[in-house]
């Protein structure tokens, strides 16, 4: 299921979030921005700069917002990104072992509800 890691700069912002995060996500943010009239720009800066710079793999970004998000204990935003570094390549050992470092700056109690949080996305992703 690795349809992230070949985002590229220059990509589309749009179609840069649907890799990552999905259609429906995607919609979702799209609608809130329209809604409290924000500019679009704020997509395209995230999914049409930040997302599709070269220095680190898809995979790598990722799973660097799992880690901040596992600390910042934003469990809405972590389940997308969870499931963003699936669509890039990580590993269910990879996202774990992320959650699991993250014990030491966050607590044991981010660490769990991360751990939680990735099982219940990964008895909803199909092995392969």
Do not use: W
Request: with cysteine; net charge negative.
């Amino acid at each position: 299921m690795t349809v992230a890691s070949d985002i590229r700069p220059g990509d589309d912002p749009i179609e840069v979030s649907e890799k990552l995060v999905g259609r429906t996500r995607t919609r979702l943010m799209k609608e809130l921005l329209e809604f409290f009239d924000v500019p679009e720009a704020l997509i395209n800066h995230y999914f049409g700069t930040l997302y599709t710079r070269d220095v680190l793999t898809q995979r790598e970004r990722e799973l660097c917002a799992v880690a901040a998000l596992c600390v910042l204990n934003r469990t809405n935003e972590l389940k997308s990104h969870i499931i963003a570094a699936v669509r890039a390549g990580a590993t269910q050992a990879e996202v774990a072992e992320v959650l699991v470092q993250m014990s030491t700056y966050g607590g044991m109690p981010v660490c769990i509800e991360g751990l939680a949080l990735a099982r219940e996305v990964f008895e909803k992703i199909p092995q392969g």
